[in-house]
DNA sequence: AAGTCATTTTGTCTAGGACAAAAAAAGGTT
DNA sequence: AACCTTTTTTTGTCCTAGACAAAATGACTT
């Protein structure tokens, strides 16, 4: 696997590329002497790749709760034997039919074959249905793929094929639901900063499936504008998908925000498996950390608000 | 319209509410005099919610091209003068069809009306056909929201909402289409800073009508990435798309960078209104402004190249 | 019109110091 | 051993004020 012929990173680069803010770096840098960055001519940071890339790896493992003051110093051998700690699963011994489709997928993205890996999404999708499709499959293969990539052993291009490819997958599937009328009426989007389209594909499809058509804004809208958007449009429910992209903090303090924007008739449902170490709850947000708790959480809905149909706008 | 009772905001709060940093909010301050945010028992900055307003309204006329040194200082009165200022260009005398059909759009758009839209925008498809629908249709609608959505007449989520429905009816349309076996095999993509996937899905529909099935890697693929994938794949031309959210002397070193990086035979294709007004020219480039020249070029690739069949990868 | 050069504007970077919020450790009670 | 309270350590964010490059503007020339 070649290694990435790329220029050192500046700060910002590197605060967008790990999340860690440019305070962090610097603080960092004193107290434990890492990341050290090379200087330019005018004295600005420039970090070169295989730091941002061990930054990285602490950034993930900061998201599992460890703490800095072990890591920031540590060697990278020790990083990534934590890393494989409790990272690496075990595959299971049993060779699922499941299994073995994800394990199809990841063979035919490291070949780039892109004709064989659009037919076997596509007949996937067919044989399975759209929900069993997301749950089942979707699902874990976006794990694994962004497992394998964090290890190296697929590049930036293949993991763009893979959502380009399944993107389109979850499209073609919820665009041949015929559009339902039951409620409620749900706006799907994610807040600043979460990138991330497939979550809420992935969402939208478990919801169509309910026969629920919702209204999707795309990734990084801001609360304002979700605030705005959802009263004029008299929705029932804001979606929002949030990834491990986003820390959980700076996810917690932007949802309180929109919360309080909001009027208390409109819930919001929180989705992703960034919430599945959180302890704290927040009230008025409905957390599903999986996307098989979806019809459940539906299904309360529906009994708590009595009317069986819901406006369609 | 409820005013909402928000609390006055952090520094960091402000900045995730209006896309402004830290240190631009810092430096206004000090420069301009404004904000001029009180200060908690620790000294540190919290702004009323009736600055982090003006900020937002500011923060959108820097959008549309205007200045801070201008807008900074000055009284609210001032700045909702400038946002309704250029508001109303007059519209077209003549009523075309197709005038008429951006109107509806855009009047769906302005009204929420999700459903509405999505069902226009698939008859829209339906009748003029894939080909037509993104030359005659989609790349004026797109300028056209650009255009009102920089006059403020539209908000983010209106935009986004267009986004995510026009990306969806483009999707189904390509996926209608039986894969084609003709040449050349085409790889699709933007360069890192093009977020834009229309533009992308645009391309992927032209070069789809005309027996190409091609290979897209969605948006913000590294130049070392493209290369390798392009390489190992076996593709005969990279396509590239650019709004004009880049700048033109940075899209320019990228695709220098980017030829570079490629085998002499592998053809660059690069699209989008960016390059209306370039007069230097790339060897090795091919610089495609508007849509309705693809087929034309598709053509002459065609012709340099006898083999009528190309290697399906 | 279009290119070149000087000037102003504007955003981002740097340095350490400071401190609160969160986590861990220590101590005390049932 | 389990649980609550207090102290200590860790850690992220905020502060000030100076510096400077990239971008935009204006002046001048071809």
Redesign the interface.
């Known amino acids: 696997m070649?290694i990435?012929?790329?220029p050192d990173a500046s700060i910002s680069a590197v605060e967008r590329e790990t999340g860690l803010s440019k305070d962090t770096l610097r603080v960092w840098e004193r107290r434990y002497g890492f990341p050290l960055p090379r200087r330019d001519a005018h004295g600005e940071r420039l970090y070169p790749q295989d730091q941002v890339h061990k930054l990285r790896l602490i950034s993930r493992l900061l998201d599992r709760g460890l703490r800095p003051g072990q890591l920031v110093g540590a060697p990278l051998e020790t990083l990534l034997a934590r890393a494989s700690d409790e990272g690496g699963m075990p595959p299971q011994g049993a060779r699922s039919e499941d299994g073995e489709r994800l394990d199809t997928t990841l063979r035919l993205l490291a070949a780039?074959?892109?004709?064989a890996l659009r037919s076997h999404l596509s007949l996937t999708l067919q044989r399975l249905g759209l929900q069993r499709f997301v749950i089942d499959f979707a699902a874990p293969m976006n794990l694994k793929v962004g497992e394998t990539w964090s290890l190296g052993q697929l590049?930036?291009?293949?993991e763009?094929?893979y959502?380009?490819q399944m993107?389109?997958q979850l499209?073609?599937g919820?665009?041949a639901i015929y559009?339902g009328v039951r409620g409620p009426s749900v706006m799907l989007?994610t807040l600043?900063g979460e990138e991330h389209q497939l979550g809420l594909l992935m969402a939208q499809a478990c919801l169509a499936v309910e026969g629920i058509?919702c209204?999707?804004?795309?990734v990084q809208?801001?609360?304002?504008?979700?605030s705005?958007?959802a009263r004029?449009?008299g929705i029932d429910v804001v979606g929002l998908s949030f990834s491990e992209a986003l820390r959980q903090k700076a996810a917690l303090?932007?949802l309180t925000?929109l919360r309080?924007?909001l009027?208390e008739r409109i819930e919001i449902w929180a989705g992703g498996a960034l919430w599945a170490r959180l302890r704290r709850r927040l009230p008025g947000v409905r957390f599903i950390t999986r996307l098989e708790q979806l019809p459940r959480v539906i299904a309360e809905y529906r009994a708590e608000h009595q009317s069986p149909i819901a406006n369609?706008?």
């Not at 590049?155 to 293949?158: A, G």
């Open positions: 070649p990435h012929q790329l780039y074959d892109e004709a590049s930036i291009s293949q763009h094929l959502t380009e993107q389109h499209r073609q919820i665009g559009p989007t600043p058509r209204v999707s804004l795309g809208t801001p609360a304002w504008d979700i705005e958007a004029q449009k303090e932007m925000d309080d924007r009027p369609a706008g």
